[in-house]
């Protein structure tokens, strides 16, 4: 079942720590990337060329990329750091350390991710070799665009997706290796979860539209590991005598600007698959 739910502040934001768009990112400067978004994603496509089943392929790798860095941004990423990084309390079963959670918890992802990439573009493969690419190019790019000025407040999107976050209670009910595993399973086929990031949308209507089981594994193999960085950030963050708390801090000061660059990224592969087209 999933709730259709709009970018802003949620019930859970606190606005001293996570600052709504506007205050974080000025107007002005938010018309400004779309502006140089644009004009580099033209140039881009001027330059290469791209034949339109080419650049269809590139705009998909663009966003499994733009996914990758900005789905961390999350409430779910922001729990998986806490359970990867922080010390093992005392008296919890197992001997593991961040750096084998980390490892256990890339391995569940990477696998869940893998599978549904490889599912999406099978199920693609079936309806995408009777569909026109340049058709299927052009609504690509209108999505694109569109979320991306949704990202940079410009236009309201609908965000079909599981008002659910990770099961908290596994925390205090499972050892940390296990719990790791675990949250890495859930999260890797992105829609068992919240996420923040518009550009999960277009790499599944490209992965479905391309109709690559490969290419759909491969990008979702990187949206996994791009998705492990907070918490690798998190490990080395604490090993140079900084606090889990203040790390947390940190990642949800920077999201609007991460939701900012993201929306900016998409305006630029829409612009890309726009002057493919022509």
């Known amino acids: 079942m999933t709730t259709v739910l709009n970018h802003g502040p949620i019930e859970?934001?606190?606005?001293?720590i996570r600052p709504a768009l506007g205050d974080a990112v000025a107007a002005p400067a938010r018309l400004g990337l779309i502006a140089t978004a644009g004009a580099v994603g033209a140039g881009v496509a001027t330059l290469a060329n791209p034949a339109t089943s080419t650049a269809l392929t590139a705009a998909v790798v663009g966003a499994g990329l733009v996914t990758s860095l900005a789905a961390n941004w999350s409430t779910c990423g922001m729990s998986v750091a806490g359970v990867v990084a922080a010390p093992k309390q005392?008296?919890?079963?197992?001997?593991?350390?961040?750096?084998r959670r980390l490892a256990w918890h890339a391995l569940g992802s990477v696998t869940t991710g893998a599978v549904t990439g490889a599912a999406l573009g099978a199920l693609g493969s079936l309806v995408s070799g009777h569909l026109s690419v340049t058709w299927m190019l052009f609504g690509w790019a209108l999505f694109a665009l569109a979320y991306g000025?949704?990202?940079?407040?410009?236009?309201?999107?609908?965000?079909?997706?599981?008002?659910?976050q990770l099961p908290r209670h596994l925390r205090r009910t499972m050892e940390p290796w296990k719990v790791s595993?675990?949250?890495?399973?859930?999260?890797?086929?992105?829609?068992?979860?919240?996420?923040?990031?518009?550009?999960?949308?277009?790499?599944?209507?490209?992965?479905?539209?391309?109709?690559?089981?490969?290419?759909?594994?491969?990008?979702?193999?990187?949206?996994?590991?791009g998705r492990c960085m907070?918490?690798?950030?998190?490990?080395?963050?604490?090993?140079?005598?900084?606090?889990?708390?203040?790390?947390?801090?940190?990642?949800?000061?920077?999201d609007r600007r991460v939701q900012s660059v993201t929306g900016a990224a998409l305006v630029a592969l829409a612009a890309f698959a726009a002057v493919a087209l022509v």
């Open 230 to 254: 907070p918490s690798l950030a998190a490990i080395v963050h604490t090993r140079r005598g900084g606090s889990m708390p203040g790390f947390l801090s940190v990642m949800c000061v920077v």
């Open 181 to 225: 595993l675990l949250f890495g399973a859930i999260i890797g086929p992105g829609f068992l979860i919240f996420i923040r990031s518009s550009a999960y949308y277009l790499l599944v209507l490209g992965v479905l539209a391309v109709g690559s089981p490969a290419l759909g594994a491969a990008m979702f193999t990187v949206v996994s590991l």
């Open 149 to 164: 000025l949704h990202e940079l407040g410009v236009l309201t999107m609908p965000a079909p997706m599981r008002r659910q």
């Open 12 to 16: 859970t934001d606190l606005p001293d």
């Open 90 to 99: 005392p008296g919890r079963k197992g001997t593991s350390t961040p750096v």
